[in-house]
Structure formats: C-alpha cells, structure tokens
T-cell receptor, first 114, second 112 residues
Framework: DTEVTQTPKHLVMGMTNKKSLKCEQH?????MYWYKQKAKKPPELMFV???????INESVPSRFSPECPNSSLLNLHLHALQPEDSALYLC?????????????FGPGTRLTVL | GESVGLHLPTLSVQEGDNSIINCAYS??????FIWYKQESGKGPQFIID?????DKRQGQRVTVLLNKTVKHLSLQIAATQPGDSAVYFC???????????FGTGTSLTVIP
C-alpha cells in the first residue's frame, strides 16, 4: 500500500460545529504532516508529527487541534472555525522524520466553513 | 515555453514543445528539493527530486536542474502533452527535519 488516504473528501460546517479530518497511511512512515492550501496558492505547512509526537506547530490557531493516535493515523480536530479557514487540507507522510526524504500526499479534504 | 516562476505564474505551450518551469528558493541551507504536479481537485504528486550535491537529474521526459549559486531550480518537460496541464510546485527542504516549504507555483496549460 503506497498511498495516503483522507476522509472525508468534502466537508461543510458551520462556525459553531466540531468536526474532524482523518488521514491514514500504511507505508510504515514515521512522520506525518498537515498542510492548508487556499485556492491558487501553494500548500502551507501547519503541523509536523515525528514518531507520533508533535514536533512542529507553525503558529496555527488553537481552533485547529491535531492528534496522532498511532503511527498510521493522523487527525485534525476543528472547532469554532471561521469562513477564512475554508481551504483544501492536505495530509502527507514521509519515512524518516530526521532526514531529507520524499513526502507522499493524500488527495485532501475540501473544507467549507459557513 | 518558459516561466520565471514567481513573476509569471502561468505558462502556455503547444503540445509537443518543451516546457521550462522555474523556481527561486530562499534558503541556502536547503539540501533537498522536489517538484510536484498538482491537478485540479487532487493532492500534489511527486515528479522528480534532487539533492544539493547534484546539479542535474533526469527522469522520464523530465529533467531538474539546480543552481545553488543563484538558488534557482528548473523543471524541464520534454514533448509536453495535454496530460501535463497542471500546477507545478517546487518544494525545498530546509535541512531541519523533513519539513518542506513550497514555492508559489506555475500553472501550465498545454494547447493541443
């Protein structure tokens, strides 16, 4: 299995809702990432997990809460989001958190906040 | 056809021509670079990578050139096909862990 899967594919939520995005990989990778991508812009790094521990938080607002329950799963919990948080949320994984190696991306979750 | 990356985010080429997409990166300590292709509604897809100890790497129909002196990266696509139409991003790894930072991107349109 050489892919990163993300669910749901699309999500519409109100500003008072709580929802979660899910990411899964079965490649044995020990680093997992969340990126946010606005239309016609490059992906922006949000969080990095290394060996299931949060290693990087790129000053992301607390209404985004990541979680790594095990080495294959990565969640992003969403609460009290704003319309400007509407974007494509991408998950990625890589084999070695400490080295320079390829990141594999999932297809993304298209989030719309009303 | 050729883009200058940050200054010309769109590039249109005739089918069968060669394409050159350029990218300027920011950190002289970056040691690993990837070119990604992103089609509409999909996640970025790996095309080719290059490490800082190389200045050229070739794949199938694609070549990446790295000029560390001027911090410049280019992607050359030979005999461009309609299926190559997408947005292309360069990503640099800044040699601290495995974190990538993406360039602005170039939208390539292939005219049949």
């Amino acid at each position: 299995d050489t892919e990163v899967t993300q669910t749901p594919k699309h999500l519409v939520m109100g500003m008072t809702n709580k929802k979660s995005l899910k990411c899964e990989q079965h490649m044995g990778h020990r680093a997992m990432y969340w990126y946010k991508q606005k239309a016609k812009k490059p992906p922006e790094l949000m969080f990095v997990y290394s060996y299931e521990k949060l290693s990087i938080n790129e000053s992301v607002p607390s209404r985004f809460s990541p979680e790594c329950p095990n080495s294959s799963l990565l969640n992003l919990h969403l609460h009290a989001l704003q319309p400007e948080d509407s974007a494509l949320y991408l998950c990625a994984s890589s084999q070695d958190p400490g080295g320079s190696n390829e990141q594999f991306f999932g297809p993304g979750t298209r989030l719309t906040v009303l | 056809g050729e883009s200058v990356g940050l200054h010309l985010p769109t590039l249109s080429v005739q089918e069968g021509d060669n394409s050159i997409i350029n990218c300027a990166y920011s950190n002289s300590a970056s040691d690993y670079f990837i070119w990604y292709k992103q089609e509409s509604g999909k996640g970025p897809q790996f095309i080719i990578d290059i490490r800082s100890n190389m200045d050229k790497r070739q794949g199938q129909r694609v070549t990446v050139l790295l000029n560390k002196t001027v911090k410049h990266l280019s992607l050359q696509i030979a005999a461009t096909q309609p299926g190559d139409s997408a947005v292309y991003f360069c990503a640099e790894n800044r040699a601290v862990g495995n974190q990538f930072y993406f360039g602005t991107g170039t939208s390539l349109t292939v005219i049949p």
